[in-house]
T-cell receptor
Framework: SQQGEEDPQALSIQEGENATMNCSYK?????LQWYRQNSGRGLVHLIL?????REKHSGRLRVTLDTSKKSSSLLITASRAADTASYFC???????FGQGTRLTINP | NAGVTQTPKFQVLKTGQSMTLQCAQD?????MSWYRQDPGMGLRLIHY???????DQGEVPNGYNVSRSTTEDFPLRLLSAAPSQTSVYFC?????????????FGSGTQLSVL
């Protein structure tokens, strides 16, 4: 299985702080993707990082990938209340997801 | 484009009943998949398809059937519903059959089996 395992399971921070969550996976991947889910809705794609990339930015998001450690991290800078959601990683193929990190941004 | 459309949004079944969850996409995507999400959990892959006429099992396929007769549609059938199938079901699609592109998700079907 190429299941992603997110860590921590839950994270609570103050608005304006940075949030970092991690993902570990078991087998080789072509790319790793991060998704956000707001309160039981469908997942929304955030960013995709390919296996030959080490770091990628998109707005306030920064993703790193370490294929030697089979791990990835998602950094959200200058957090906002609207960032409150669950965050999931998934690796290709089959795009199997982990249990996610529940992020709460406190005003 | 409507994206990925799932129907119904809510459904209550009695144990032993059968039903079909509908999923349609209008983006001409080759890859389609079904997930279930239990409370406080991640998504578990039920079945997926890499094109019309081709389906395969995911992590938790037991109790579910799928077919892919057209590119647009990927229905999920519950043959004999059980309380353990109470969950939220998500359909997703992707342009790339190998999973190298992002998934687009439907809004989900909340299913309760009594």
């Amino acid at each position: 299985s190429q299941q992603g395992e997110e860590d921590p399971q839950a994270l609570s921070i103050q608005e304006g702080e940075n949030a970092t969550m991690n993902c570990s996976y078991k087998t080789s991947i072509n790319n790793l993707q991060w998704y956000r889910q707001n309160s039981g809705r469908g997942l929304v794609h955030l960013i995709l990082i390919r296996s030959n990339e080490r770091e990628k930015h998109s707005g306030r998001l920064r993703v790193t990938l370490d294929t030697s450690k089979k791990s990835s991290s998602l950094l959200i800078t200058a957090s906002r209340a609207a960032d409150t959601a669950s965050y999931f990683c998934a690796g290709a193929q089959k795009l199997v997801f982990g249990q996610g990190t529940r992020l709460t941004i406190n005003p | 484009n409507a994206g990925v459309t799932q129907t119904p949004k809510f459904q209550v079944l009695k144990t032993g009943q059968s039903m079909t969850l509908q999923c349609a996409q209008d983006m001409n995507h080759e890859y389609m998949s079904w997930y279930r999400q239990d409370p406080g959990m991640g998504l578990r892959l039920i079945h997926y398809s890499v094109g019309a006429g081709i389906t395969d099992q995911g992590e938790v396929p037991n109790g579910y059937n799928v077919s892919r007769s057209t590119t647009e549609d990927f229905p999920l059938r519950l043959l004999s519903a059980a309380p353990s199938q109470t969950s939220v079901y998500f359909c997703a699609s992707s342009r790339d059959r190998r999973g190298n592109e992002k998934l687009f998700f439907g809004s989900g079907t909340q299913l309760s089996v009594l």
